[in-house]
C-alpha cells in the first residue's frame, strides 16, 4: 500500500491536521477522566451513562437514549465523546 501524504490523509479524514490534532488531545483527556476518576464516577453516578468529551463529564442519562439527546442539546457530536455504562457490579462497558 503506498504511504499517503499529510494532505491526501487529511481529506480522506475530511478534517485538517489541526483538527485532527485537537480531537485526539480531547479524545485523550476523556480517557484519562475514565481510568483515573473510576471510583469516583460510580460513586457520582451509578447505573448511569456518561458521555465524557475533553476531559469533563458533558451528560448522564439512565438510559443511553436520554444521553445521546442530552449530548446533542449540548451541540456535541456522540462520535466525539466516550461514552460508557457506570456499572456498579464491576463490568465495564464502552462504547
Do not use: C
Not at 40 to 59: C, E, F, M, S
Request: aromatic share 6%; proline share 4%; hydrophobic share 35%.
Amino acid at each position: 500500500m503506498p504511504k499517503l501524504s499529510k494532505k491526501t490523509l487529511a481529506s480522506h479524514l475530511q478534517a485538517t491536521p489541526k483538527q485532527i490534532d485537537r480531537e485526539l488531545r480531547a479524545y485523550s483527556r476523556a480517557a484519562r477522566v475514565l481510568s483515573s476518576n473510576h471510583s469516583r464516577l460510580v460513586d457520582t453516578h451509578p447505573k448511569q451513562w456518561v458521555g465524557i468529551y475533553d476531559g469533563n463529564v458533558r451528560a448522564t442519562g439512565k438510559s443511553f437514549t436520554a444521553l445521546i439527546s442530552r449530548l446533542k442539546k449540548q451541540g456535541l457530536s456522540p462520535s466525539d465523546a466516550i461514552i460508557r455504562y457506570i456499572d456498579v457490579s464491576g463490568r465495564k462497558l464502552t462504547l
